[in-house]
């Protein structure tokens, strides 16, 4: 018996290692590359970047390098100009000079003053810090000096810059070694006649030096080509020499050649990568400084990371395997325990509980055991089945042939089942179906034994199948359907639902409904729908909700408990009817109605006022004519109050006039600001008479506006007169005019805010302070701010009374377009014509 488990056993193990081992192994060589592919790659960019500073500062040190010999060249050559134009001596004077720079400055060797033929006129040496003149006799001809032709040919102001060559002196090369470069640049006398050249002769030395110090190791690998292509500096592998001067290119054409594409760079060319940079010297061309860096040195970062990483990676791997190993060993050892507990587990429940069939089949097919539950299940008695076949007792004849050959199959490889199914006919021929476990038993005598132990789940089938169609009739609802548990949270919801509120199924599953929620429904609301549900009574009701997408809508919803036979509440089902549209039609019937009503009030108001007009006016005419002409001839104060009186009267008849009977807009195009403008100046006299101050802060450039001037005007005038008189209720009054622009997905509007420092609006009047005759004042008809919301209103615009800390702020706001205005009849056809476009 043991030999014949080890074996499954090592394979189950084998299997449980390598199905934690591979992974582990897998992810720590993965890890181990990125690992060194980092570490080599930071070394790589580390390497790159150094060798681009490197280049950048060795460009920095030359081009002052170079930038100061011309300089000094120009400062020698004005001096010498000035001095060789003397009457009197003036090579002594010159010599005198000459002596005195090279003491001052021993960057040059030489300080020469050749004459336009060639000859050297004057030269002053620096040997070591030892300055002497050379005789007369000493002096060279140097017009076979390329150096000397190149600054001969030169105009005034500008220098020439030689290579960087060896110092010859009587046709030798000076030794030691005396790397130098010539600085050339052309003397002229004070009438622009050309006298002769000055040269220099810089040390190279020093300029090797300072490259030495800002980089100590740029001689291993950079080279200084000079603007004839020749790499006058370039690494050398002489002992005790810092530098080599060769005519040698040291790089290769090919790469020389991309570098002159571009003046700066990084390149990999080949196995090597080339940093460059170029100095533009002056009336000498470029100077080029390029950096060789070959591939082969980061093999060095790769042979140091297995040099310091290969232990530690060979220990991880180590304590991988021994890990897994382990782990293998005590998931294989657990799952055989559990395996056992499980079957033990079953064989006592198939023995303790009587609500389940038991059969016991000899490897004949007939019938050794059943026991009382599976007789009531087909209506035998024990001993009319005992010893019979199964298959001929208890299977359907149209099915004996492939029920004989599974179970003759299911015997001869003794193999347990854990589930299974198949149809069990009754005595009265009724056929239930059964779920089976089949497990193998050995008697005393070796017998094999096949037990089924099973459950009658035909109930429960036809149950599943009428689930699944009332389940197919709640996925094909019109209806938005949601299931929650007892705690809100959802557990099922159909396509409708995804469809309306655009959440994915998964997106919702295990949430609450609360992600619905759009914050304009009462938190009274939602407590008493729960009440209601908890109590297992049905809620009806509506909800304003929020799509995924934001956007709100509205629904009707009728939410039930599900119960139990017993009563208790199992889930909540809701099902849900979009009545968006059905609310729009409703509130857009809603506004329809008002606006009937209103425009019924206006022209019964209409009516009243026509009348008041026709037997007034004409009185109230004859009344101020009269007073008018005795306030002439028998000037009185009762006379004028009169007359104010009259005057008043006719501006309530004008006010009820103008709300009473609303023209169509005369809409064009006008500038907001000028408007405002015009209308603060119209209103200047009242404020300067009321005291009021009045600023106006106007955003310059706003987009010209499609508006009725004269109605918009009117608006904003009573808007004005409004804030002047609540301004009077403060000590200082003032009232602020700005307008600016806001500009959003849909439109462009333009916004006049009019603030005032009084008293601030009651925030209950804010909206009521629009609606006509009413009024907080002794006097007037309350009309001033209806016309202007009416005005405004019109224009597709929008006004608003915010309470401010110290009085009230009227923000205004007019969309620039010209959609849903009202144009009057008398626009000609060119107008019209103009807004269409």
Not at 144 to 158: A, C, I, K, M, P
Not at 342 to 353: A, G, I, K
Not at 578 to 591: C, F, M, P, T, Y
Request: overall charge negative.
């Amino acid at each position: 018996m043991r030999s014949t488990t080890e074996l499954p056993r090592k394979k189950a193990l084998l299997l449980e290692w390598a199905l934690w081992a591979i992974p582990a192994y897998l992810a720590l060589g993965v890890w181990m590359n990125l690992h060194y592919l980092l570490s080599v790659d930071n070394d790589k960019q580390y390497a790159l970047h150094n060798e681009r500073v490197i280049v950048d500062l060795i460009e920095e040190v030359l081009g002052e390098t170079l930038v100061r010999m011309s300089a000094d060249a120009k400062n020698l050559a004005y001096v010498t100009s000035n001095i060789v134009s003397q009457p009197q001596n003036p090579y002594h004077n010159l010599k005198a000079y000459f002596v005195q720079l090279s003491t001052n400055n021993h960057s040059y060797d030489q300080i020469r003053f050749i004459d336009t033929q060639g000859a050297e006129r004057l030269r002053v040496n620096n040997r070591n810090g030892v300055v002497s003149v050379v005789p007369q006799d000493k002096l060279q001809n140097k017009a076979h000096r390329y150096y000397w032709q190149h600054s001969n040919r030169l105009t005034e102001g500008h220098v020439y810059i030689s290579p960087l060559d060896l110092n010859v002196e009587g046709g030798e090369i000076q030794q030691p070694i005396n790397p130098t470069i010539r600085v050339g640049t052309p003397v002229f006398d004070a009438i622009g006649n050309r006298v002769g050249v000055i040269l220099l002769n810089y040390k190279g030395n020093q300029l090797i030096n300072k490259l030495l110090t800002v980089a100590p190791s740029f001689t291993n690998h950079i080279y200084l080509y000079n603007p004839q292509g020749i790499a006058v500096i370039h690494p050398s592998d002489a002992g005790g020499s810092n530098f080599a001067i060769s005519p040698d290119r040291g790089i290769p054409n090919n790469v020389l050649n991309d570098i002159k594409t571009s003046d700066e760079g990084q390149h990999l060319i080949g196995q090597s990568y080339y940093t460059f940079a170029k100095i533009k010297a002056p009336n000498n061309g470029n100077w080029t400084i390029v950096s060789a860096f070959p591939l082969e040195r980061f093999n060095l970062s790769r042979q140091a990371f297995h040099h310091e990483y290969t232990l530690l990676y060979g220990l991880l791997f180590a304590m991988l395997t021994f890990a897994s190993v382990v782990f293998a060993r005590y998931r294989v050892q657990t799952r055989e325990l559990r395996h056992q507990q499980r079957y033990e587990q079953q064989f006592r429940h198939t023995l303790e509980n009587i609500q389940l069939a038991a059969v016991s089949i000899n490897q004949q097919g007939n019938i050794t055991f059943c026991n009382d539950f599976f007789l009531n299940m087909v209506g035998y008695q024990a001993e009319e089945v005992i010893g019979q076949a199964w298959v001929e007792c208890f299977i359907p004849k149209e099915l004996h042939q492939q029920a004989q050959e599974a179970l003759h199959e299911a015997i001869r490889q003794q193999t347990h089942q854990p589930h299974s199914e198949s149809v069990v006919m009754s005595k009265t021929g009724e056929i239930h179906l059964v779920s089976w476990t089949s497990t193998f038993t050995q008697s005393n005598d070796q017998a094999v034994a096949l037990t089924l132990i099973g459950e009658d789940i035909t109930e429960q089938k036809m149950a599943q199948d009428q689930l699944q169609r009332l389940s197919h009739a709640v996925e094909s609802s019109q209806n938005s359907v949601m299931i929650t548990d007892l705690d809100g949270q959802i557990v099922y919801v159909n396509p409708v639902f995804c469809e309306l509120t655009g959440y994915n199924r998964e997106d919702v599953l295990g949430k609450t409904p609360r992600f619905l929620q759009s914050g304009e429904t009462k938190q009274q609301d939602y407590d008493q729908l729960w009440q209601t549900i908890q109590k297992g009574e049905e809620w009806r009701g509506e909800f304003h909700n929020r799509k995924k997408s934001g956007e709100l809508f509205w629904e009707r919803a009728r939410i039930s408990p599900v119960k139990d036979i017993e009563g208790r509440s199992l889930y909540y089902v809701a099902v849900k009817q979009d009545i968006s549209e059905e609310k729009r039609l409703a509130q857009e019937v809603d506004k329809q109605t008002r606006e009937r009503i209103h425009h019924e009030k206006l022209a019964a108001v209409g009516k009243v006022v026509n009348m008041i007009a026709h037997d007034l006016r004409n009185p109230l005419s004859s009344i101020k004519m009269v007073l008018q002409l005795q306030s002439r001839s028998n000037p009185s104060e009762m006379f004028d109050i009169s007359l104010e009186q009259v005057r008043y009267m006719e501006a309530i008849l004008e006010e009820l006039l103008a709300y009473s009977r609303p023209d169509q807009l005369s809409p064009e195009w006008i500038d907001l600001n000028k408007l405002l403008e015009t209308l603060i100046a119209g209103q200047q006299k009242l404020a300067k008479q009321s005291e009021v101050r009045m600023e106006l802060h106007l955003q310059p450039h706003l987009p010209t506006v499609y508006a009725d001037a004269t109605k918009l005007r009117q608006a904003l005038q009573n808007i004005l007169l409004n804030a002047m008189q609540a301004a009077k209720s403060s000590s200082q009054p003032v009232v602020k005019i700005s307008s600016n622009i806001m500009i959003t997905e849909s439109e462009t509007q333009l916004l006049i805010n009019i603030e005032n420092n009084g008293q601030s609006i009651d925030p209950c009047m804010a909206e009521k302070v629009f609606e006509p005759f009413f009024t907080t004042k002794a006097k007037g008809t309350g009309l001033g701010l209806a016309i202007a919301k009416r005005n405004i209103d019109a224009h597709q615009g929008y006004i608003k009374l915010i309470p401010q800390v110290e009085g009230t702020l009227a923000t205004i706001r007019i969309p620039t377009s010209s959609v849903g205005l009202t144009i009057s009849p008398d626009k000609t056809m060119t107008e019209t014509g103009s807004l269409s476009l």
